[in-house]
């Protein structure tokens, strides 16, 4: 997967403020269309029509602008270079990728025949009695009651009602 990169400095690059929305639209989708064709920032004649919603003028605002350079046969994104992914950097990380993906693959295949092919003496996974199992009480300090046995009575009940203490009549009176 290609991505096309805007740097921050194009917010206030004069450039791209001169340009109208349409040529701008035209120039980040030329960007957007260059590199994911992975053309190094080269666009031909021939490319203007497959790069989509591509401006009627836009080139000429390009090359007035600077944005684009001439070339014997179309026209270079002038600041490609320094600010885009290039062709070879991106087959050597596609190649860099397909490497770690074959190298994990080869691992799991590794650990998946050593864990089928153990010696008879090595026992394998033996469920239970192994740390890390919970075959305690699930809740420490409070045992289970058994169907018809009556939870202990509360503290409001021993000791009733809790007695009001503020200055002024109870203002919970009401409620009773």
């Not at 203007?48 to 090359?63: E, H, Q």
């Not at 469920?127 to 699930?138: C, I, R």
């Amino acid at each position: 997967m290609t991505d096309a990169r805007f740097p921050d400095r194009w917010l206030s690059d004069r450039r791209l403020q001169r340009l109208s929305d349409s040529h701008f639209r035209a120039f980040i989708t030329s960007l957007a269309w260059s590199v994911s064709n992975r053309t190094d920032g080269v666009i031909e004649p021939e490319d203007l029509g497959l790069i989509p919603n591509f401006s009627a003028g836009a080139v000429k605002a390009f090359m007035d602008a600077d944005l684009w350079s001439p070339l014997v046969k179309g026209w270079l994104i002038t600041d490609y270079a320094t600010t885009q992914t290039s062709r070879e950097q991106l087959s050597a990380a596609e190649m860099a990728r397909a490497r770690d993906r074959e190298k994990k693959a080869r691992q799991r295949a590794a650990k998946k025949s050593a864990a089928t092919s153990a010696d008879a003496d090595v026992p394998g996974d033996v469920p239970g009695d192994v740390p890390g199992d919970n075959t305690g009480q699930d809740r420490p300090g409070q045992a289970r009651r058994s169907k018809g046995e009556v939870p202990p009575p509360l503290a409001a009940v021993v000791n009733g009602p809790p007695q009001w203490r503020g200055s002024g009549p109870n203002p919970f009176d009401e409620y009773k």
